[in-house]
């Protein structure tokens, strides 16, 4: 797959692999608690810190992969997070590779561009947590944060040199000066692979974690899905009231539920709390309750309440109405529709990366993808009453919550 521009040729394949393996890691990150959805360790970031040896057009390609493919892995494209994300990882990359083509690499190693990165996302997404969340008490949140950075960007940098010390797939995908290379020997890709023993090491296993689930959004037309929550996010934004906006999220949130897409209901409370305590720093209006020297206002807590419930009915729309099935068009939606179907073949071959050999069987896994031809993993749907009216609920329900409130 080649996208041509600018009388240059941009071979897609270059991109889509280390894409897939940034969603691979954003998958990972996603299942890993934390107190804020826009706190990240930057675990994806790594593909990031090994293409900086390619041209720009690749780079900026596999910025933009990451950004929407992470968004729909982990439902956040019509939320906040969504924002904080792609201004976080757009400057950092930017950052990154500058420092990488104009600083010396004797002078800074991968440690030192992974942590400038780090800080340089987290400083842009406090500034927009600041105007969009917590107003002026995202300062008591910063300090904490840029530290997490810090310390998760320097190990992400360890590990990159450490990978590209090793790592053949490296050499021969990013630099141009290693044409003849040893190939380490491949490991078959198949629904079995067998170990020294001659045992038989079973496909992987899902450890379905069981949920309360009314129906799954399979079901539906990924178009019908995005439809929806468009409109549904509509008339949450256009709805200035803060009951109506509590309504919503309520609303989202069952939904979101019902269908598995939730994720932890403690989760939920906590980040929907966090938000209410940092807007309750800044009191204004009349006085509801007072402890000591804190206040509760009657203004600071509905601006607490608006915005929490704003922001966390944008997470649960979006989880609940994006799928990573959604066909984009054009020559971009065809890199990360391929960049998921390399992510499909990362997942069912997972368990062969070993903790005792984690860097080479990453990199024999990755060699092997350079020359495999995915098979469509799309989920074939048809439109039935039942999801039809499972769809329509919810953005009738939406519709009178706006016109009532």
């Known amino acids: 797959m080649r996208l ?62 990451k950004i929407f493919g992470q968004s729909l892995i982990s439902g956040t494209l019509f939320s906040y997070i969504f924002l904080f994300s792609a201004s976080g990882t757009i400057f950092s990359c930017a950052l990154m590779y500058v420092i990488r083509r104009f600083v010396p690499q004797k002078m800074i190693s991968f440690v030192g561009i992974s942590m400038a990165g780090a800080f340089t996302s987290n400083m842009i997404q406090i500034i927009l947590a600041r105007f969009f969340i917590f107003g002026k008490s995202a300062i008591f949140i910063a300090p904490p944060f840029l530290a997490m950075g810090l310390v998760t ?37 198949g629904v079995e692979t067998s170990d020294k023993t001659g045992k038989k090491t079973p496909r992987q296993t899902k450890k379905n974690r069981k949920k309360f689930m009314l129906f799954s959004t399979k079901e539906f037309y990924p178009i019908d899905l995005f439809i929806a929550g468009v409109i ?36 939920v409370l906590l980040f929907f709390t966090i938000i209410v305590f940092f807007n309750l720093l800044n009191p204004f209006g009349k006085v509801l309750f007072s402890l000591g020297s804190f206040r509760i206002t009657e203004g600071a807590l509905e601006s607490g309440l608006r915005k929490a419930a704003t922001v966390e009915a944008l997470i649960m729309m979006s989880r609940f109405s994006i799928s990573n099935a959604l066909n984009i068009p054009g020559k971009f939606g065809s890199l990360l529709n391929e960049s998921f179907k390399i992510l499909f073949v990362i997942n069912e071959n997972k368990n062969r990366i070993t903790a005792k050999n984690f860097i080479s069987d990453i990199d024999a896994l990755l060699l092997e993808l350079n020359d495999r031809t995915h098979q469509n ?26 016109l009532l409130f």
């Open 377 to 402: 993993t799309d989920i074939k749907t048809k439109r039935t009453v039942k999801y039809t009216i499972l769809l329509l609920l919810p953005v009738l329900l939406s519709l009178a919550v706006f």
């Open 4 to 65: 041509h521009g600018n009388g240059n040729e941009i071979d897609m394949r270059k991109i889509a692999i280390p894409g897939a393996f940034c969603l691979f890691l954003s998958t990972i990150e996603y299942l890993i608690p934390k107190p804020m959805p826009f706190m990240r360790l930057g675990l994806a970031n790594l593909p990031l810190l090994l293409a900086l040896e390619m041209p720009p057009s690749y780079v900026a390609l596999l910025c933009l992969v």
């Open 153 to 189: 960007g320097a190990a992400l940098g360890f590990f990159c040199t450490k990978f590209t010390a090793c790592s053949v797939w490296y050499k021969k995908h990013f630099r141009s000066s290693y044409d003849e290379i040893a190939i380490m020997e491949k490991k078959t890709i």
């Open 232 to 267: 549904m996010i509509l008339l949450l934004l256009f709805n200035h009231s803060t009951a109506g906006r509590l309504l919503l999220f309520a609303l989202y949130f069952i939904y979101a539920f019902c269908a598995g897409k939730s994720g932890s209901i403690f989760s």
